[in-house]
């Protein structure tokens, strides 16, 4: 092998040797040395040995195949301390990338022991090892994205590793973000105005991190194309140079490249978008993920690859020895507690890492009183609509709201997602969305959206609130103008501490974070692993793997696709344990509610994925309570019944599971702001004639003049036109309206009803729609007078 130096461009080339079967090498540029973006990469050709990366791993330098290869390289402009590559040269290379049928594999993933590639352990042996262990190299605290994906770099770099998450993995801010994997425009632009070569250096790291991703969780993730509607001239040049600024940082790890539209193009692709003034529009490129399910990807990741991680575990205490040549005080471990049974037990180790977000600071004042706050946190406010308010695979960007934040506007599980807030607020495991958030998101989609379309506030399906740990000064005040970058400190006592950051770069946090953690406790460890290291259900997973579970297992082919595209590989463990449905078609897979296609065998794997509670299930293994919160209010039942089945659960255990889902689905995911649209409602607005409409409709069912309807008043005018509803689900129905809970829906409650309907606060109502159908049924039976007919013989 040869390495070529090109006296035009006076830059070396260091990579694998080309691949003669078809595969691609990606380039960057970093500093002054244009690189393959996989610089550690074991070369099966011995017969040019270069300087050692590690034991096994050394770095080559590549020769370039073609000459219109070499031509766009010579085009690559170097520019300040990081680097871009001219459109010119980005193009061609983007080409040459799109010809190759996939990336180099990260040779040292070859290396890696799986010791349970078959088969997880349960939590009662992971409980084992941790409690069992005589001490871990690393114990990591918190099961995020940050924390899990820090569980994954130490074990792969053969350290002994443990987690502890006292909630379930992903059960905080990791699961209620935007569900974006990006770079972060808004922070390209403070950079460019502002001249911040730290934000630059972050979106250049983010963008990195977005292409690392989407390679190793292709079923989880994929590019979501993102358009900006322009409404004045002056700004289409503005925006086009800075979304173009975005693609050239991205560099030859640009998911697709940008363009401009049309007004006409805009609205055809979008035609839901407000048409008045309506310039053009450009459309840019990020990534979109599941988060909750990435999350769990990376931690049952860490643990196939031998990681001790359990959830439901909280740190009670740290555990602190004194140095005998310093005599400080060292951390070396933690006091444990199993939430679900209340054991206690020691977990040592040479190193802590604290990886809590929010929680930072309780952390870290567990181990040092008096240390300052270093987090503050923020509240992110979403809002789930029907998918019908935007197109099934193009997103929206309202750069410049009322209040100057930025709203994302996103398909995403064939819903639609709204947000995000951005305000101050106080530290709690249950954050609740707050109707002042909702209605800020609602107007400012009414803004961007045709008048044609009716923005109601009955549409909004789920609501959550996630908090951002921001990392900041104490004495600041703006969370908006903080830039979301991480910090890793080493505390006296040897504890090490990452903050802050953004889900994107998860992974660079936590090789930081590893880093400092080998430096400051001098552990024995290999270098990062986890650039390209393929996630949970990633390996054997293809587009068309969803076909052969139709065709294998007799699925729907909606529900094949999700287990495709939620479990990748792994989607056939979960086939195989579906029931047959003793229908002609599906064959098997039950569902749990029949609008989704989550399936009723998903509940018991998800307890082999480390489920432990309903809530466990309909939030974070499934994601029906941010898709629905009525969908996953009627699925509690089977979901707990399953569980308690596979658990073996008292009858007071699934009482309380029930319970605690209930209140969960009513606080955390905005069932309750749901409801209180129509609790709070006091004040009837309906003119004249639509009150006597409606008491004429509720009379047809009120036939003895009581003022009030129950479930026998409905089902006997029900039976009456031949449609036959469960009585359960009756109740069901009426128990919405019945504001006082008295088993009946009164006069008053009936016109709150439509009153409610009337201004959008309430839609779907089924008893409304219910009535609705039922009266035109009643008037289209009743005969048809003489003189209303135009006469007769």
């Known amino acids: 092998m040869r390495s070529l130096v090109w006296p035009s461009l006076d830059q070396e080339v260091s990579g694998l040797a080309w691949p003669g079967s078809g595969e691609s090498a990606r380039f960057l540029v970093e500093g002054s040395v244009l690189r393959l973006s996989k610089p550690r990469v074991r070369v099966q050709s011995q017969s040019r040995p270069g300087p050692p990366q590690s034991s096994q791993l050394r770095t080559y330098r590549a020769a370039v195949p073609s000459m219109w290869l070499r031509r766009a390289l010579r085009r690559t402009a170097l520019v300040g301390g990081g680097a871009v590559v001219t459109a010119f040269g980005l193009s061609q290379l983007l080409e040459y990338r799109k010809r190759q049928a996939r990336l180099a594999h990260v040779a040292a993933e070859e290396d890696l022991k799986v010791p349970f590639a078959n088969e997880l352990p349960s939590r009662g042996a992971q409980l084992s090892a941790l409690s069992g262990t005589e001490e871990f190299d690393v114990l990591i605290v918190g099961g995020g994205a940050t924390g899990a994906g820090c569980a994954l770099d130490a074990v792969t770099r053969n350290l002994k590793t443990a987690l502890v998450e006292r909630s379930d993995f992903s059960s905080g801010t990791s699961s209620r973000s935007t569900k974006l994997i990006h770079g972060g425009v808004r922070y390209l632009q403070k950079a460019i105005m502002k001249l911040d070569y730290e934000q630059y250096m972050m979106v250049k790291e983010a963008l990195h991190e977005r292409a690392n991703l989407l390679e190793i969780a292709p079923h989880l993730s994929a590019p979501l194309p993102i358009m900006l509607p322009v409404y004045k001239w002056w700004q289409l040049p503005y925006y086009w140079a800075g979304i173009k600024m975005y693609d050239l940082v991205a560099g030859i790890q640009c998911l697709k490249s940008s363009y401009v539209l049309s007004k006409s193009k805009a609205l055809e692709l979008f035609p839901m978008l407000k048409k008045d003034k309506l310039v053009g529009a450009i459309v840019y490129y990020d990534g979109q993920h599941n988060d909750a399910r990435m999350n769990l990807a990376i931690a049952l990741t860490a643990a196939r690859h031998g990681a001790a991680v359990a959830n439901y575990t909280e740190v009670v205490s740290l555990l602190k020895r004194t140095d005998p040549k310093s005599g400080e005080e060292k951390v070396c471990g933690a006091r444990c507690r199993d939430v679900l049974t209340g054991d206690e037990f020691d977990v040592k180790a040479k190193c802590v890492i604290n990886a809590t977000g929010p929680f930072t600071d309780s952390l870290r004042k567990m181990d040092k009183q008096e240390t300052p706050n270093i987090c503050q946190p923020s509240a992110g406010v979403h809002i789930v609509i029907p998918g019908y308010y935007s197109p099934d695979n193009m997103g929206l960007l309202d750069p410049a709201t009322s209040d100057g934040r930025v709203i994302f506007f996103l398909p995403w599980e064939k819903m639609t997602i709204a947000g995000t807030t951005d305000t101050p607020t106080n530290v709690t495991a249950h954050p609740i969305p707050g109707e002042e958030d909702i209605n800020f998101i609602l107007r400012e989609i009414r803004n961007y959206l045709s008048p044609d379309v009716e923005v109601r506030r009955g549409d909004v399906l789920a609501a959550w609130s996630g908090i951002r740990p921001l990392v900041t000064d104490p004495n600041s005040k703006d969370t908006q103008s903080i830039c979301r970058n991480h910090v890793v400190s080493v505390s006296s006592s040897g504890m090490v501490t990452i903050a ?9 946090m936590a090789e930081e974070t590893l880093d400092a ?19 949970e259900g990633a390996r054997g997973w293809t587009p068309t793997l969803y076909i052969r579970l139709v065709q294998d297992y007799g699925l729907e082919v909606e529900v094949a696709q999700h287990l ?5 590989s792994r989607a056939f463990d979960v086939a195989k344990m579906a029931m047959v449905t003793g229908q002609r078609w599906p064959i098997v897979g039950r569902r749990l509610v029949s609008e989704f296609p989550y399936i009723e065998s998903e509940v018991m794997y998800a307890i082999r994925e480390y489920a432990c509670t309903v809530i466990d299930v309909i939030a974070l293994r499934t ?9 996953a209010d009627e699925a509690l039942p089977r979901i707990a019944q399953i569980m308690a089945k596979e658990l073996s659960w008292s009858d007071a255990r699934t009482k309380a599971e029930l319970e605690a889902a209930k209140q969960f689905l009513y606080h955390e995911m905005g069932y309750r702001a749901r409801d209180e649209q129509l609790s709070k409602t006091s004040e009837i607005n309906l003119d004249y004639q639509e009150v006597n409409r409606y008491k004429k409709r509720f009379h047809k069912f009120d036939k003895e003049g009581k003022g009030f309807i129950t479930t026998v008043d409905v089902q ?9 509803i469960d009585e359960n689900a009756l109740h069901e129905i009426l128990n919405e309206v019945d504001l006082n809970k008295n088993g009946q829906v009164e006069e008053d409650e009936f016109l709150q009803l439509m009153s409610a309907v009337k201004k959008g606060q309430v839609s779907d109502s089924r008893l409304a729609i219910l009535l609705k159908t039922a009266e035109e049924t009643l008037n289209q039976r009743e005969p048809v007078s003489v003189d209303r007919s135009g006469g007769g013989v």
Do not use: D
């Not at 802050?500 to 660079?508: D, E, H, P, V």
């Not at 495709?564 to 990748?568: D, I, S």
């Not at 994601?623 to 969908?631: E, I, P």
């Open 500 to 508: 802050g950051g953004k889900w994107t770069t998860y992974r660079s």
């Open 517 to 535: 953690a080998v430096e400051a406790h001098q552990l024995k460890a290999q270098p990062c692993r986890t650039v390209g290291l393929m996630l």
């Open 623 to 631: 994601r029906l309570g941010f898709l629905n919160v009525q969908a």
């Open 564 to 568: 495709a595209a939620t479990y990748g």
């Open 716 to 724: 006997q005018v029900l039976q009456s036109i031949n449609v036959h």
